[in-house]
């Protein structure tokens, strides 16, 4: 459990940074790489670094989550990346990538090898569903879960509505939806605080 410090300009406690050995965060981005298969790893990777070993916060997860969606490439990848550089910095941060990266890619060399000697039976189709499936059920458990702990403010159900629309229903682009909504949010909620402060 992190232990709490308190700063010296204000009274509310603040968490400090857990110890993480690098050997156990290598250990555990390769099993989450392992388990990457058919999608869901973002489930998978909250239940470990939030739930089971209290490295990241909710609302770091959520931070992760947010700036891995935006940046190009594969979100798991830009989340390790994200999580292994606060935990660990520079080292933590290739451990991790590493960690999610060489398994999959072992296992997509043999999945590849597989599928091109039993594509023809029927059955294969039908693993690769249930495969999918698993992956979905996973992400999609995750995202109730993390949706839970957002706050229920117009604003943000507003701009979670509107992206749901935009990119879900309209079919619309995702960078491009990115490019205005990010801004927009960043806009509305700037002016939301100074009227607080206000």
């Not at 990346?81 to 999959?104: C, E, K």
């Not at 597989?114 to 458990?141: C, E, K, M, N």
């Not at 629309?165 to 619309?172: K, S, T, Y």
């Not at 949010?185 to 700037?190: P, Q, T």
Request: net charge positive; proline share 7%.
């Amino acid at each position: 459990m992190p232990t709490e410090i308190l700063p010296s300009d204000t009274t509310e406690p603040i968490a400090a940074k857990p110890h993480v050995p690098l050997l156990e965060l290598l250990g555990i981005f390769l099993r989450l790489g392992i388990l990457a298969i058919g999608g869901g790893v973002q489930a998978f990777m909250y239940r470990d670094l939030v739930e089971i070993k209290k490295w990241i916060s909710e609302k770091e997860y959520l931070t992760g989550f947010a700036i891995a969606q935006v940046l190009p490439g594969a979100n798991p990848v830009n989340l390790a990346l994200y999580f292994g550089l606060q935990l660990r910095g520079g080292p933590g941060a290739t451990a991790a990538v590493l960690g999610m990266v060489v398994p999959a890619f072992c296992i997509i060399l043999a999945m590849g090898y597989a599928y091109r000697q039993f594509a023809g039976y029927p059955a294969t189709h039908f693993i690769l569903v249930g495969v999918a499936s698993v992956g979905v059920a996973a992400t999609l458990a995750m995202g109730i879960k993390v949706s839970r702990k957002l706050d229920r403010d117009w604003p943000t159900i507003l701009i979670a509505m509107i992206t749901f629309a935009m990119v879900g229903i309209f079919r619309l682009p995702m960078v491009p939806v990115v490019l205005v909504i990010v801004p927009l949010a960043i806009l509305l909620f700037y002016v939301m605080e100074r009227r607080r402060a206000g």
